[in-house]
C-alpha cells in the first residue's frame, strides 16, 4: 500500500499499535477540511507494529494529552515537502480538563466551574494525582 507524501502537515509517529483511531477522535481530526490519513499496523523494526496519521496541514494542536495517552509518539512537522521539526512526546507533568477526578469527596464533584487537573507524582509508574484531594487518576494507557 501506498500513502502518498504530504507537501506541508504534520506526522503523528511511532503510535501504538491500535490507538491511533483513539486519537484521531480525541483531536477532532474528522472535522478538518483536509486531508488526513491513518495508517494501522504499518510494520516498524523498532516496535514491531505502529500507527501512523498524517494530517495535510500544519494546524495548531495542543498534543499534551497525546503524551498522556500514548508517550513516545514523534510529532513531525512537514514544510515544502521536507521535514522541518521533530519532537518526541513525553508524559506531560500536569494534565487539565481530560481526567476526570472519581473521588466523590473531591471540590471537582460539587463545583461543577473548576476544571479537573492531574499532576504527574510518579513518572516510572505513569501516576497522576488530582491537585485538589491526591487521588489517584484512572489509568486510560497501557
Request: with cysteine; aromatic share 6%.
Amino acid at each position: 500500500m501506498i500513502i502518498g507524501q504530504i507537501k506541508d502537515g504534520i506526522v503523528l509517529d511511532h503510535i501504538t499499535a491500535g490507538k491511533a483511531t483513539q486519537l484521531y477522535e480525541i483531536l477532532g481530526l474528522g472535522d478538518l477540511d483536509c486531508t488526513v490519513a491513518m495508517i494501522k499496523n504499518a510494520g516498524s523494526k523498532k516496535m514491531g507494529k505502529k500507527d501512523i496519521i498524517k494530517i495535510g496541514q500544519i494546524i495548531d494542536i495542543d498534543f499534551t494529552i497525546l503524551g498522556y495517552i500514548d508517550p513516545g509518539i514523534t510529532v513531525n512537522y512537514i514544510c515544502n515537502g521536507k521535514l522541518d521539526k521533530r519532537e518526541k512526546l513525553v508524559l506531560p507533568e500536569r494534565i487539565k480538563a481530560y481526567i476526570k477526578c472519581r473521588n466523590p469527596r473531591c471540590i471537582t464533584s460539587c463545583e461543577q466551574e473548576i476544571v479537573h487537573e492531574f499532576k504527574l507524582a510518579d513518572r516510572e509508574k505513569k501516576i497522576y494525582r488530582c491537585i485538589y484531594c491526591e487521588s489517584e487518576a484512572p489509568r486510560q494507557y497501557k
